[in-house]
């Protein structure tokens, strides 16, 4: 019986069914973002080809897997990603995170090869914030803000603007977000995301509960995802998606996904690095084993009752 990839789908010892691979392409980065978590890839600074994407992913689909992020470092410094894009398996949904520098250059062949909808870094409106976030002695904003707008233009659409909040940087910022997500009449996004602390940044954390609560006063309507239970409110027009990874046991709960690093190692969890399994080799006959093998891996990093039950990484 020839079995759609849904039959198959893989579920791990907790009852999650996996649907969704993030995968790093690079760990290198044009920018050197204050907070960046990097993925939580270890990294050893090689990166995987063309034909081992491609094969990891085709795997994963066959195995139910129908969504795939790619992130990085930065997506975009891989010249061939057009070239990773066309060559995927059908999947329902493509997507890439991306800082948004080179993205006004990418835009239109990066949907041409098949990528549905980008997210693009965007903490600040202000040039000095910017610089200031992005570790960056050049002014970014102005071509991350071209790059929102050639992404709406190519209908990589919607555009989800990550705006990881950052106490006294630009937690003031919020309101102004949304009305610049505004313009674009349905096609952005505005992404809140709880800072994790990855880089001894915890004075930079903003309380999500105070953030969260003054959003739902002003909601006309507020909707659940079914990843990781993230709530999106509609505000005058305007969507605002809240991400809470911190101490959050609906957040792992309901989380969906598999990882794989820039080198090619699968990744059961963003928070935990000593349970990688290796595929960087693997040829298509072995992988199927081996993304059950990760997938048998996967514990929920925040359950009830406990802080956590993995070892943190440090990255
Ligand atoms: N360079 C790409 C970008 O800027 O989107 C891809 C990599 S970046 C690690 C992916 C996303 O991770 C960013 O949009 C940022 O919002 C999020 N991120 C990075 N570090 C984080 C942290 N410490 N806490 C929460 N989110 C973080």
New binding site residues.
Partial sequence: MNRSGADRAMTDPYGRTVRSLRM?VTNR?N?N?I?????GDPGSGGEMSVGTIVNIVRAAADLGIDRLKI?????LLRNDLEEILAALPPLRDVSL????VFLKERAQSLKKAGLDRV???L?TLDPAKSRMITNSKKDVLGDVLAGIEEAVRAGLTPVKL???LLKGLNETEIEDMITFTRKFNGDVIL?L???????N?AYLHVNADEVEDALLTRATDVKVRQLHHRKKYMINGAEVEF?R?VDNTEFCANCNRLRVTADGKLKPCLLVNDNLVDVSDAGPEELPALLKLAVSRRVPFYTKGRKHNGSRTDS
Avoid at 35 to 39: A, G, N, Q, S, T
Avoid at 71 to 75: A, I
Avoid at 97 to 100: E, F, Q, V, Y
């Fill in positions: 790093s980065c920018l973002c907070y960046c978590h990097k993925e992130s990085g470092g930065e997506p995170t991306t800082n948004g997210n693009i870094s903490d990550n705006m990881v992404q995301i709880e800072l994790m602390d990855f880089k940044v991400v990874p």
